[in-house]
């Protein structure tokens, strides 16, 4: 199955920026599809960012032009970089892996593998 840790995670002031991972193991980053999504306090998990197979990239609405998703495949790591954060960006951001590409790739429940999740924070 694999496992995969994120990290990056902390505070930051709004208007700031944070480079989150997802490092992956027993699971090659570059041979499947890697999805970001986060859950705030009391919401449901949401569609962050995807990157699939064929290395095409994808990004809720609420981020476009905010994140960006780039990969170090010696390190096995997929990172998500975002821009000109607010408050309302504040959740646990959590990467997942899927072996085949599904086209409802914005559902949380279509992907399998999770990892444990990190905490962002924005605030002054």
């Known amino acids: 199955q694999g496992t995969l840790v994120e990290s990056g995670g902390g505070l930051v002031r709004p208007g700031g920026s944070v480079k989150l991972s997802c490092a992956a193991s027993g699971i090659g980053i570059s041979t499947g599809n890697i999805g970001w999504f986060r859950q705030a306090p009391g919401k449901d998990r949401e569609f962050v960012a995807a990157?699939?197979?064929?290395?095409?990239?994808y990004y809720a609405d609420s981020l476009k032009g905010r994140a960006a998703i780039s990969r170090d495949n010696a390190k096995n790591t997929l990172f998500l970089q975002m821009n000109n954060l607010r408050p309302e960006d504040t959740a646990v951001y959590y990467c997942a892996y899927r072996t085949n590409w599904n086209v409802q790739y914005y559902r949380a429940d279509v992907w399998s593998n999770w990892g444990q999740g990190t905490q962002l924070t924005v605030a002054t």
């Open positions: 990157r699939r197979q064929n290395g095409a990239t």
